[in-house]
T-cell receptor
């Protein structure tokens, strides 16, 4: 069964609004979670590393003020796309690794964001 | 930073034939190399992985080989079946401040023709 749960699975929003995506580890505590973005027919690009109790680490070129990440507990990380624009439409996927068991990386089901 | 290159971008094989996908990585410190299969609109699923202390690993019809010196690793699928059709991604794990993060290759669209 799924060990990483992501919600919502899809969302449509209007340009200028904000959207929050949740990522939960179901049977382990994840001090670190990773957020990826995947455009159609492209690879998964790491956006940021979410760290429980501290600030997220963003990859080069990813705007931290636009993609707000909060990792308030050991089982929940949220990604908020602020002031969304059509170019933000993409497939957002979170992932986490059980630190006790180690690899592999478990992925959530992903969130298909469409900004109109 | 780490760079992972993957070839070919598309691969068509006849059912029953073998398929090989190759990847190279740039960071010699990378020590974990997973392969993922992704079907349209779904999350990537791990199919096999290999660590840098092993040269080859096999799981039924799937095998992965690693050449640390050349910094390349390959996925081998034998006796391909139509349900093997999907996008395959290789990845390399590099150490970050908060744990190892994966860098993915560009992906290979595998089509198995029956």
């Amino acid at each position: 069964g799924a060990v990483v749960s992501q919600h919502p699975s899809w969302v449509i929003c209007k340009s200028g609004t904000s959207v929050k995506i949740e990522c939960r580890s179901l049977d382990f505590q994840a001090t670190t979670m990773f957020w990826y973005r995947q455009f159609p027919k492209q690879s998964l690009m790491l956006m940021a590393t979410s760290n429980e109790g501290s600030k997220a680490t963003y990859e080069q070129g990813v705007e931290k003020d636009k993609f707000l990440i909060n990792h308030a507990s050991l089982t929940l990380s949220t990604l908020t796309v602020t002031s969304a624009h059509p170019e933000d439409s993409s497939f957002y996927i979170c992932s986490a690794r059980d630190p006790v068991r180690g690899s592999p990386l478990h992925f959530g089901n992903g969130t298909r964001l469409t900004v109109t | 930073g780490e760079n992972v290159e993957q070839h070919p971008s598309t691969l068509s094989v006849q059912e029953g034939d073998s398929a090989v996908i190759k990847c190279t990585y740039s960071d010699s410190a990378s020590n974990y190399f997973p392969w993922y299969k992704q079907e349209l609109g779904k999350r990537p699923q791990l199919i096999i992985d290999i660590r840098s202390n092993v040269g080859e690993k096999k799981d039924q019809r799937i095998a992965v080989t690693l050449n640390k010196t050349a910094k390349h690793f390959s996925l081998h699928i034998t006796e391909t079946q139509p349900e093997d059709s999907a996008v395959y991604f290789c990845a390399a794990s590099i150490s970050g401040e908060y744990g190892n993060k994966l860098v993915f290759g560009a992906g290979t669209i595998l089509r198995v023709k029956s």
